[in-house]
């Protein structure tokens, strides 16, 4: 009996060996066994399996195991997860329609976006990139274009020492030649738009929609509305610095009505005013979202507005 005994718990234990064996090899993907062009790259087996991997361990939750943004983690929350199947991205330093660059899809990974349930991932760079090209096999955008030319970056005319003068004027831009109330919340009086619009574009303004104060809701390309933030009291998800926002405001967010204002934001056609004018737009929009984390300073900034 004892025998049998000692038989049947070496067969266990053997079984239980084979099975974490088999679990352990499990662990290293074999689902690429040639290399793939991807965005004009060709990227090797070895890196996509180790991107295959680094996907189910972090990423599959929310965005599932076909990249469709159908994970299990996914129901319920906003926005939702991106579906990598549309190859459309958001946030990038490309042109309008272009695809984003491996730096542009590696920053949004590393930094997460705020206010949004997409964490930042403090992975080893060499899974970074892995993670990065893996992505791109679930849609053949990859396979057939290649990354767009991230758009020209220009110094900072104002720094800390004249925000106050930037401010100022990106009140007048958000408010004049951009419009940006059509969309966002206004933050001013008619009377101020119209000064605003005046004096950056020439022409006056009478009117503005109803409701001006609140937020639009607008379509966008990726199967649901969404709702441009109250910069007060909404999460800026890329960043809220200055500079961030000078970088999203240039090539504006793909798939969205937020439009790409590069070059724009000129009514003599000057780019070099153009991007002191987006500069100035970048300190204004950051200076709103500061007061999302200061509840006195919002109340009196609306208390002025109100009074006006």
Wanted: contains cysteine; proline residues 6%.
């Amino acid at each position: 009996m004892k025998s049998t005994m000692n038989k049947t718990s070496n067969a266990l234990r053997i079984s239980v060996l084979g099975t974490a064996l088999i679990a352990l090899g499990a662990c290293k993907s074999e689902t690429f066994q040639e290399p793939q062009k991807l965005g004009g790259r060709w990227v090797s087996s070895s890196t996509l399996n180790l991107g295959h991997d680094t996907y189910m361990n972090y990423c599959m939750q929310c965005h599932g195991v076909n990249g469709d943004g159908l994970g299990p983690a996914a129901q319920g929350t906003y926005p939702a997860p991106r579906n990598f199947k549309q190859g459309a991205f958001k946030f990038a330093s490309v042109g309008a329609g272009e695809l984003p660059t491996d730096e542009d899809l590696k920053h949004t990974i590393r930094n997460g976006l705020r206010g949004t349930p997409m964490l930042p991932w403090d992975i080893s760079d060499e899974r970074l990139d892995a993670v990065v090209q893996y992505i791109k096999t679930f849609s053949d955008v990859w396979k057939e274009g290649e990354p767009g030319t991230p758009l020209e970056i220009t110094a900072d005319p104002y720094g800390p020492s004249r925000a106050e003068e930037a401010i100022a004027q990106g009140k007048k831009v958000y408010h004049g030649i951009a419009q940006c109330y059509t969309c966002h919340p206004a933050y001013a009086t008619l009377e101020e738009i119209n000064a605003a619009s005046l004096e950056t574009t020439g022409n006056g303004v009478t009117s503005i929609r109803e409701g001006a104060h609140l937020s639009t809701l607008l379509d966008s390309s990726y199967g649901h509305k969404f709702m441009p933030p109250d910069y007060t009291k909404d999460m800026i998800k890329t960043g809220s610095s200055p500079e961030q926002i000078y970088k999203t405001i240039g090539p504006g967010i793909n798939g969205t009505a937020m439009p790409a204002w590069k070059g724009l934001l000129t009514s003599t056609g000057s780019f070099e005013e153009s991007e002191k004018n987006q500069w100035a737009l970048a300190y204004y929009v950051s200076y709103l979202q500061s007061l999302k984390f200061n509840a006195e300073a919002r109340k009196t900034f609306f208390e002025h507005l109100q009074a006006r």
